[in-house]
């Protein structure tokens, strides 16, 4: 048996707080190097000294006890883990002379200045790897509209993990990656965020679980842009069990859309509307309209409450890029199990007319509309738009109450149960231009569909179906 001083030892350190009721064994507390930690003192330098102490011991963990600590940009270094005890607040100083100034990116290809921007923002690292953020403690940025410091900003840097702490009143981007890989975000909380919750760009190997994110623009955006001054990739990818709610977009790859976006997997997540109508304000977008490709990915189990547009697939040739490239792929997408009620306007598929959305399906989609509205009864009146900023309300009133389909190769709509707001006369589906189109087993009151020459429909009446040119009728089975 061991003796007793080490039974008392383990029986104490058992019984003590999850996080230590003390900074443990080896870590740096800021308070030892001058912090406050009382809302008045700008605690800056001190918190700083602890983390550059770490970095210089080859590593080890900065650890924020209870206290409001006021601040500008802290340098995160690498193998520097920073610890947020319950009731630790990492405030934003009001002073933006407090934080490192904006860069001026000229290299920045297809990336706005919210995206090619890094080093204005309270925690921010470049070429470093093994950081973790960790606690139930809170970033709190304090400001109350967009444009500001981005609470936590990365490039470059490998081997990030960001657990448990909350993130309030961000000005940026919340979470903004650019070029980071071996990424883990687990039980992360987002509240009243002005810009985008999290947005990684040219990321690569990103998990994303847990996490409840609250953003007036877009709650999750995956993005490939130019900002690093080359082309890169995002891919490998996976977003699970979130609770996401914006008055822009809920998950989204593209916009920025240089580089591909390949192996991507959204899962399990819960999507709220409501907030306003920002771009449609779609629940699940995936956009490639500046040359990268758009493929394999695939998305299930999500549910979604009156959210504007609730899937939205577009492909276009705006090429932010300027690299005269030709419209990046966007095929081998799978859609499974999506439930959205209350939605405001239709879903949209569309590509070009000689660039189509190839080898999509669409299983168990159910669309159930909470209003009506007026569209185009002649489907050439519906515009194309191939070099528009990428969004599913830029053709204007559509002619489809609930899901409108143009351009596509090898459409399966497979368990598609559509249901238009009370009063609304548009036929539920509207397809035009679709070759190899399966329409299985659907429920829906109408459609229409026009230039689908080899269509397949299976366990839906015909009686259902308007096909626009005799000449080009589908195959009923």
């Keep these: 048996m061991p003796s007793l001083p080490r039974r ?7 019984s003590a707080p ?8 080896g870590s740096w507390n ?9 809302d008045q003192t700008n605690d ?9 102490a770490a970095h210089a011991q080859g590593g080890g ?18 193998r520097v883990s920073l610890w947020l005890d319950n009731g630790a607040t990492l405030a934003m100083s009001p002073d933006d002379q407090d934080f490192l100034p904006r860069e001026t990116l000229p290299f920045a290809s297809g990336a706005d ?8 923002a309270l925690l921010w690292a470049e070429d470093a790897q093994n950081l973790a953020l960790y606690g139930q403690g809170v970033i709190d940025c304090r400001r109350t509209r967009v444009g500001g410091p981005k609470p936590i900003s990365l490039r470059r840097c490998r081997q990030v993990s960001l657990r448990g702490v909350s993130i309030r009143n961000a000005p940026g981007y919340n979470i903004s990656l650019l070029g980071c890989d071996y990424v883990d975000i687990d039980g992360v909380s987002i509240f009243d965020g002005y810009q985008d919750g999290i947005t990684p760009d040219c990321c690569r190997f990103l998990r994303v679980a847990n996490c409840f994110i609250e953003s007036v623009n877009d709650a999750f955006v995956l993005k490939a842009s130019g900002a690093l001054g080359e082309r890169r990739h995002t891919e490998h990818v996976t977003v699970s069990n979130c609770v996401l709610r914006t008055a822009s977009i809920h998950l989204k790859c593209g916009t920025e859309s240089c580089g591909d976006f390949r192996n991507i997997s959204f899962t399990g997540c819960t999507l709220i509307g409501g907030m306003g109508m920002r771009h449609g304000n779609p629940g699940i977008a995936l956009y490639t309209v500046d040359g990268g490709a758009l493929e394999t990915v695939a998305i299930s189990n999500i549910t979604m409450q009156d959210v504007g547009v609730p899937l939205a697939l577009l492909r276009g040739r705006r090429d932010a890029c300027k690299t005269g490239a030709a419209p990046g792929v966007l095929r081998d997408i799978s859609v499974a199990n999506i439930v959205a009620a209350g939605a405001r306007l239709p879903s949209v598929v569309a590509g070009l007319p000689d660039a189509p959305v190839e080898d999509v399906r669409l299983s168990g989609l159910r669309l159930r509309m909470g209003s009506a509205a007026e569209g185009p009864a002649n489907l050439d009146d519906v515009p194309e738009k191939p070099e ?10 559509l002619p489809a109450a609930a899901l409108f389909v143009r351009h596509t190769a090898r459409l399966t709509l497979d368990g598609l149960s559509l249901t238009p707001a009370a009063g609304d006369r548009r036929p539920a589906l509207v397809v035009d231009d679709a070759q190899g189109l399966q329409l299985l087993d659907g429920r829906f009151p109408s459609a229409s569909l026009r230039d689908a020459p080899d269509a397949i429909l299976r366990h839906t009446k015909p009686d259902a179906i308007r096909v626009l040119r005799a000449s080009q009728r589908g195959k009923f089975r």
């Design 8 to 14: 008392l030892a383990l029986t104490s350190l058992l």
């Design 18 to 25: 999850f996080g230590y009721a003390q900074a443990p064994s």
């Design 30 to 38: 800021p308070r030892q190097f001058g912090a406050k930690g009382d």
């Design 44 to 52: 800056t330098a001190a918190i700083q000294q602890a983390i550059d």
């Design 61 to 78: 963990t900065v650890h924020l006890t209870a206290g409001v600590y006021r601040c500008g940009t802290l340098l995160w270094k690498s």
């Design 113 to 120: 200045a919210a995206t090619s921007t890094f080093r204005h």
């Design 388 to 397: 528009h900023y990428p969004d599913p309300t830029m053709f204007g009133p």
